[in-house]
Every structure is written in C-alpha cells, then in structure tokens.
C-alpha cells in the first residue's frame, strides 16, 4: 500500500522560500512518475512539476519555471520541491503524487 506524506508548507513573505518534502512508503520513487500539483478554492488541481524516467526528465508549469525545482532522493525514498521567489499567487495546497498515488497535501502562503 502507498502512503505519501507531504511537510514543509507554511507562511512565508513574499520573495521568500520553501522546501517541500515528500515521505514515500510502499513505492520505490526512483523507479516512478513522480509530481507536484497544487490547488486554491474553488479552482481546480494543476501540476507545478513532475519528474520521469531514467534521466529525471524534468517539466515545469510556466507560472513557476525558473523559481521551483523537484527533485528525489532514492536512498531516503524522498521527493522535493524547492520553492524560491515565491509570490502570493503561489498561494495553495500542494500535493505530492508518485505514480497513482496522492499525498494528503500541505498549505503554503504566501503574504506580508
């Protein structure tokens, strides 16, 4: 059985930065589809990042190419999502999902 738990998520100012952090238990993640999304109220889930293949082929959502960056760690069974110039559009509540399976999520915001 899959179990993903996200940490991480918190306020922070804007210009500031998060890491996000991704626990896989009942999957090997270096061996997965593995991605970021994130949600506000009333709008539906969008993915901010994912992560693919032999080669860790990376893609980004324009809003945040340039300031996020995912990663893994296969050893410590971790997926990441490192956040920087972050602005109160990033606003949300991300989620992890490796394969199929999704994380519980954790709030980020961003405000002065």
């Known amino acids: 059985q899959v179990h993903l738990v996200e940490s991480g998520g918190g306020l922070v100012q804007p210009g500031g930065s998060l890491r996000l952090s991704c626990a896989a238990s009942g999957v090997n993640v270096s061996r997965s589809y593995v991605s970021w999304h994130r949600q506000t109220p009333g709008k539906e889930r969008e993915m901010v990042a994912d992560m693919f293949g032999f080669f860790d082929v990376r893609s980004y959502a324009d809003s945040v190419k340039g300031r996020f960056t995912i990663s893994r760690d296969a050893d410590k069974n971790m997926v990441y999502l490192q956040m920087t110039s972050l602005i109160p559009e990033d606003t949300a509540v991300y989620y992890c999902?490796?394969?199929?399976?999704w994380g519980q999520g954790t709030q980020v915001t961003v405000s002065s």
């Open positions: 999902k490796v394969s199929d399976s």
